[in-house]
């Protein structure tokens, strides 16, 4: 029993660092989950205004839920790895992805204004005002 623990301590259970993964069909579905952000953050390669690296960390987290391997080669991609492994191990955003991000969010208001119009051009606004913050004090 580790020396900071008590007889009877119920205090939080420890997490593993990945999760088991899931049997039967929640496999098929979380393995489906996880193509699907590959296909879309793909994609992304080719639109500018679509995030990839957004698309595959969320792939990799469906894959570690269904099939741990293939989380493991999105990690070592020679491109997007460095940046899922820096956001999976300390939760840190590059400073070119955050002015990515924050550029294109940016750019997505008058996009938006001159396409739907008002009030349509609020829910870029709202993005960029809520998430344009957390982005920009994320580790790097």
Do not use: N
């Not at 953050?41 to 099939?67: D, E, Q, R």
């Amino acid at each position: 029993m580790p020396p900071d623990k008590e007889p009877g301590d119920c205090g939080p259970a420890e997490e593993p660092e990945f999760p088991t993964p899931a049997l039967g069909r929640m496999r098929l579905l979380w393995a489906a989950g996880g193509w699907v952000f590959v296909a879309v953050g793909t994609v992304g390669i080719f639109l500018p205004l679509l995030p990839t690296v957004v698309f595959y960390l969320l792939a990799a987290w469906c894959f570690s839920k269904s099939h741990p391997h293939l989380a493991d080669k999105l990690y070592a991609h020679r491109l997007y790895g460095p940046q899922l492994v820096a956001w999976r191990d300390r939760r840190a955003i590059s400073r070119k992805g955050k002015i990515s991000a924050l550029l294109a969010m940016s750019a997505s208001v008058p996009f938006v204004y001159f396409t739907l119009g008002w009030p349509l051009v609020l829910i870029p606004v709202v993005v960029l005002v809520v998430l344009g913050p957390w982005i920009w004090t994320r580790a790097e």
